[in-house]
C-alpha cells in the first residue's frame, strides 16, 4: 500500500497523465466525487474536468510542477505546489499558479478528491 511519500510521484502522474490525455490513467487518479476549483474559480466535478481534457477545451502542453510538499493525517493527504503551465502548444499562454490537491486513501489507493489552483501573478 503506498504512502504519503508517494504522493509526490503519484501527482506528478496524474500532471503527466493529463497533458497527455491518458483518459484511463486520469480517471483512476480521480476519485468519482472529484471537484477541481479552477484559477477563475470556476468549479468542475470529475466528469465535466476529464470531458474538457478529452475534447482540448482544457488542452495543456506542459505542466511542470515545482517542489511538492506533502502533509499525511491517517488515509486524508495533501499536496502543494507551485506549477508552471502551458496550453495550446509550446508558444501558447502560460500560467503560474499554486496548487492544493487533498488526496483520500480509497481501498488501499490514493486518489485526489479535490484540487485548487490560484494563479500567481508577477
Known amino acids: 500500500m503506498p504512502d ?3 504522493l509526490a510521484a503519484i501527482e506528478r502522474d496524474r500532471l ?3 497533458v497527455e490525455r491518458d ?3 486520469a480517471a483512476e487518479l480521480h476519485a468519482d ?10 468549479r468542475l466535478s470529475k466528469a465535466e474536468y476529464l470531458a474538457a ?3 482540448r ?3 495543456y502542453w506542459s505542466w511542470e510542477a515545482g517542489e511538492i510538499e506533502l502533509r499525511e493525517h491517517g488515509d486524508v493527504a495533501a499536496v502543494r505546489y507551485p506549477a ?5 502548444g509550446p508558444d501558447g499562454p502560460r500560467l503560474h499558479t499554486m496548487h492544493t490537491d487533498l488526496y483520500e486513501r480509497r481501498d488501499g489507493r490514493w486518489q485526489v478528491v479535490w484540487s485548487q489552483a490560484t494563479e500567481i501573478r508577477d
Not at 472529484?34 to 470556476?42: H, V
Not at 508552471?84 to 495550446?88: I, Q, S
Open 4 to 6: 504519503a511519500d508517494d
Open 16 to 18: 503527466r497523465a493529463l
Open 23 to 25: 483518459m484511463d490513467r
Open 33 to 42: 466525487d472529484f471537484e477541481l476549483i479552477t484559477p477563475s474559480g470556476r
Open 53 to 55: 481534457v478529452r475534447t
Open 57 to 59: 477545451d482544457i488542452d
Open 84 to 88: 508552471e503551465m502551458t496550453f495550446r
